[in-house]
């Protein structure tokens, strides 16, 4: 099966009838026609087997988390799905790991909106590189240099809950299976990050741990936060397998893309409400003096955790 076999024979079924895709899939480049008068929000991420995901992982859940993590990017911006390219590199075209793969993709793709309109195809090691393209009302994004002295540090749904359970993979345990869910199949909030713009000040998906990716708002935005250890949520499934000492590094381990915002303390009720059912958990808040620090429930400092690094 050659390239172009390939790519009719998985892909070309993802570039469904889409009012922002004049042209998709088959030539040089696609063409895309934004909505009127918005910006295009992009962004892109690399999977690579062994590294971002361990390497018997199903080929389905792969194709979902490669295109969740992406969507996570345009959530975290409040920035409105609409297109995405692959670049797959692959030892082989292995016809039952394509086709499972394309399932995982597709499903999320068609539940997100989301139109495939090109890409690449070749041989090497395992890897999945993605570009999202969303949109986004002219100074309507969720940048990370908004925040402001006094905002509230808010996170959704819960932290530590993929980083455990690669722990235990890392060890030989099996993980409860809503733990393993949460590392193969992430949820990216880009209901949420749609419902909160214009609501939070600032804000960034958490896909490298809470601590450094926080850190990156506080940077951009010329301040600092303190965060209180004692009201990072968690799962039950997280919480009875976790000795406490160990939370607070499992809960900065990454891959967990929900979403951290800074809101103004007089906008959380309504941004609980825009929210539904997915929890938003006050943590800290924004101050002045630049710098992250953590406290425990008494005000004592603790040391940050460092976050995941990928050099």
């Not at 499903?107 to 989301?114: C, D, K, N």
């Not at 419902?195 to 708002?217: E, K, N, P, Q, W």
């Amino acid at each position: 099966m050659d390239e172009f076999a390939l790519i009719r024979r998985y892909f070309a079924a993802l570039t469904p009838a889409h009012p922002a895709v004049a042209l998709g899939i088959g030539d040089d480049c696609a063409l895309l026609t934004p909505p009127p008068g918005e910006q295009l929000a992009i962004s892109s991420d690399t999977l690579i087997a062994g590294r971002h995901f361990p390497r018997d992982t199903a080929p389905a859940d792969i194709g979902h988390k490669a295109l969740a993590v992406n969507l996570s990017d345009l959530a975290a911006m409040g920035a409105q799905p609409l297109a995405f390219t692959l670049a797959l590199t692959l030892p082989q075209a292995d016809e039952a790991w394509l086709a499972a793969f394309a399932e995982g993709l597709g499903a999320l793709a068609r539940a997100s909106g989301m139109a495939l309109i090109g890409g690449d195809t070749t041989r090497g090691p395992l890897s999945i590189s993605i570009t999202v393209l969303g949109s986004v009302p002219p100074g309507r994004a969720l940048r990370r240099d908004g925040a402001q002295p006094g905002d509230l540090v808010c996170v959704t749904g819960t932290l530590g809950d993929a980083a455990l359970a690669l722990q235990q993979l890392q060890v030989g345990q099996s993980p409860d299976p809503v733990l393993r869910a949460r590392l193969d199949r992430p949820s990216p909030r880009n209901a949420a990050g749609l419902a909160l713009r214009g609501l939070a000040h600032a804000g960034i998906d958490i896909s490298d741990g809470l601590c450094g990716d926080l850190g990156h708002v506080l940077d951009a935005s010329g301040l600092g936060a303190e965060l209180q250890v004692g009201q990072l949520p968690m799962s039950d499934a997280f919480a009875r397998s976790v000795m406490p000492a160990q939370r607070l590094r499992l809960q900065n381990g990454g891959d967990d893309y929900e979403l951290c915002l800074c809101l103004p303390p007089a906008a959380l009720a309504q941004a609980r409400a825009a929210c539904g059912a997915l929890p938003l958990s006050v943590v800290g808040r924004v101050v002045a003096a630049p710098g992250l620090r953590m406290l425990d429930a008494s005000g004592a400092p603790l040391p940050a955790p460092d976050s995941y690094q990928h050099f």
